[in-house]
Every structure is written in C-alpha cells, then in structure tokens.
C-alpha cells in the first residue's frame, strides 16, 4: 500500500493528531463526567498528553522541513528527535500523575454511574486513535519521521490504555469490587511509563548520531562490493572506514574510496558518483561522502597526535 499522497504527510497527519486529541479529550471527560471512574480521568489526562505531543510535534516536523542555511549547512533534521523526547517527557509526567490520583481512590472508592454510555464514549475514542495510529505508522515508516513514529506509539498507548479502563470498569460492575478501578489505571499508568522511557531513550540515540539499521548497513555493503575490484592478488578498487549515521529524515554514509594512483581526476570522479547513484538508488534518502584515495595509501583515525 503506497503511503505517499500529501494528505499523508507527517504533516499533515500531526494535523490530524491534533484534532482527534480534541475529539478524545471530549469524549473522555463526559465519560469520567458520567461514571466518576478514576480510570477514565486517568484516560482523559492523557489524552491532554496526545494533544500537547501532537502540537510539539507539529512545530518540530514544520522545523526539521527547512532547507539548509548559513547557521544549520546540514539541514534542520533531528528537530524530530526533540519532539520525540518531549513526547516521553509528557508520557511520564502523566503516568506519574495517574498513579497518583488512582493511588487515593484506591483508599477510598467511588460508586460509579451511567457506565453504559461512559464505557461507549471510551470506545468510540480509542476506537478513532487506533485508526489513525495505523495510518501513522505505515506513513512514519515510509517517511522515516520520528515524531510521527513517536505520536503513533502514544497514541496505541492510549488504545491500551482505554482497553484497560474498559475491562477494569467492566469487572468492577460485574464483582462490586470498586478498588479494581484505581487498580486498572495504575497498572496502565505502569505501561505508560514505560512507553514514555522508550521514546526518550530513542530520542536521546538519534542525537547522538546512531548508525544506519543493520539491514540498512547491509544493503550499502552489497552496493559496494559490486563496485570493489581485485586483479589476481592487486586490489584495484576497495572501501574502507564505511561509517554511518541518521539525523531524522536523512541518512548518511561516508567512506574512503582506494584507486589506482595513476588514474586521472576526471577517471576517478566518474567512478564515485557512479557509486553515490548506486547508493542512493539503494537506500532511499541516502546520502554518500566518499573521499577518493590511491590504493597505497591509508587513512589513520584517533591518532595519538590528533588527539592532542
């Protein structure tokens, strides 16, 4: 299925994501309106969460689309791994305020009411974020964006999240047993918590330059073994110190390319960008520095004299 029409932009699903927060924020608050289960509110909180992610998130993408200028020559990319973090951030804070509010109905529990229509109201919410995390993903994948990646993990959060009201509400109206309610929403407060520790860990890896997926690497190491040359036991053609890294969007590789040295500059020229097409035409969104080298000569990384 190809995602790749602009209604289907990260852009504009964040849009999106903005306008089911509202919807979910509405519907959740008349649900807890109704019953008075701590679950809800414990739902309807992070929901507040789903729509201060989603407009961070919104601005961050907005961002990471500007063009390189004279301040950001490498483009404005890992504005996205902001926007990841800030969602975990947002993730915690709202698991930690759930267990707190379920924590003092635990000690005192509340009769609940009208939990027809409240369990409805649930349902219908978590219903319109499963459909649009979906849609999220496969976009996020296309895309490689991270926010977009990030809001459609807390949004299947919240699907859970309100699975787990829904059942906990349900066998507190089958048992009478009224403290189950303060204890489903902890225990969804638990997995919140943990969603929120991933995103940011994942924020907090992109910043720090982390490497291409291993499958990823391996397609580049393919590309390049079909350009590599050996001659009997003189190795004409071969790449060395192949390193990677992602910034958002973006992918780069960059890698030492060893020739013959009586090869002319303009012989050798052709024969990179022939190797930076081959890349790019292999891994979307690719982009390639090869430093062109004669076969007899190495390059030194972390050398004691460079350090200094």
Same mark, same amino acid.
Do not use: C
């Given at each position: 299925?190809?995602l790749?029409?602009?209604? &289907?932009?990260?852009?504009?699903? &964040?849009?999106?994501?903005?306008?089911?927060?509202?919807?979910t924020?509405?519907?959740k608050?008349?649900?807890?309106?109704?019953?008075?289960?701590?679950?809800? &509110?414990?739902?309807?909180?992070?929901?507040?969460?789903?729509?201060?992610?989603?407009?961070?998130?919104?601005?961050?993408?907005?961002? =990471?689309?500007?063009?390189?200028?004279?301040?950001?020559?490498?483009?404005?990319? $890992?504005?996205?791994?902001?926007?990841?973090?800030?969602?975990?951030?947002?993730?915690?804070?709202?698991?930690?305020a759930?267990?707190?509010?379920?924590?003092?109905?635990?000690?005192?529990?509340?009769?609940?009411?009208?939990?027809?229509?409240?369990?409805?109201?649930?349902?219908?919410?978590? =219903?319109?974020?499963?459909? &649009?995390?979906?849609?999220?993903?496969?976009?996020?994948?296309?895309?490689?964006?991270? =926010?977009?990646?990030?809001?459609?993990?807390?949004?299947v959060?919240?699907?859970?999240?309100?699975?787990?009201?829904?059942?906990?509400?349900?066998?507190?109206?089958?048992?009478?047993?009224?403290?189950l309610?303060?204890?489903?929403?902890?225990?969804?407060?638990?997995?919140?918590?943990?969603?929120?520790?991933?995103?940011?860990w994942?924020?907090?890896?992109?910043?720090?330059?982390?490497s291409?997926?291993?499958?990823?690497?391996?397609?580049? =190491?393919?590309?390049?073994?079909?350009?590599?040359?050996?001659?009997?036991?003189?190795?004409?053609?071969?790449?060395?110190?192949?390193?990677?890294? $992602?910034?958002?969007?973006?992918?780069?590789?960059?890698m030492?390319m060893?020739?013959?040295?009586?090869?002319?500059?303009g012989?050798?020229?052709?024969?990179?960008?022939?190797?930076e097409?081959?890349?790019?035409?292999?891994?979307?969104?690719?982009?390639?520095?090869?430093?062109?080298?004669?076969?007899?000569?190495?390059?030194?990384?972390?050398?004691?004299?460079?350090? $200094?």
């Amino acid at each position: 299925m190809n995602l790749s029409p602009a209604w &289907l932009s990260p852009r504009r699903l &964040l849009m999106a994501s903005v306008l089911a927060a509202v919807i979910t924020i509405s519907l959740k608050t008349a649900a807890w309106w109704l019953t008075g289960s701590v679950g809800l &509110l414990s739902d309807a909180m992070e929901s507040l969460v789903n729509l201060a992610s989603a407009v961070f998130g919104l601005m961050m993408v907005t961002i =990471a689309a500007r063009p390189a200028d004279e301040e950001h020559p490498y483009g404005h990319h $890992k504005a996205e791994y902001f926007s990841s973090g800030f969602e975990g951030v947002l993730i915690i804070v709202a698991g930690l305020a759930i267990i707190w509010a379920a924590a003092h109905r635990m000690f005192d529990p509340q009769p609940l009411e009208a939990l027809g229509l409240g369990l409805a109201l649930a349902i219908i919410s978590s =219903a319109l974020n499963g459909l &649009l995390a979906w849609v999220m993903f496969r976009s996020a994948k296309e895309h490689r964006s991270l =926010a977009l990646e990030a809001d459609a993990r807390h949004l299947v959060t919240d699907v859970w999240t309100s699975a787990g009201v829904v059942v906990g509400i349900a066998l507190v109206a089958t048992t009478g047993w009224l403290w189950l309610d303060a204890l489903v929403a902890i225990a969804v407060a638990l997995n919140i918590l943990k969603e929120g520790v991933h995103l940011i860990w994942r924020s907090a890896q992109g910043l720090m330059d982390e490497s291409l997926e291993p499958e990823v690497r391996e397609t580049i =190491a393919e590309v390049l073994e079909g350009f590599a040359y050996q001659r009997g036991e003189a190795v004409i053609i071969r790449f060395d110190h192949v390193t990677t890294r $992602k910034a958002g969007q973006r992918r780069f590789v960059d890698m030492h390319m060893h020739m013959p040295a009586g090869w002319s500059l303009g012989r050798a020229a052709a024969l990179r960008t022939s190797v930076e097409q081959a890349l790019m035409s292999a891994v979307p969104g690719l982009r390639a520095t090869i430093q062109l080298l004669p076969s007899d000569v190495e390059a030194h990384f972390d050398d004691p004299q460079d350090l $200094k």
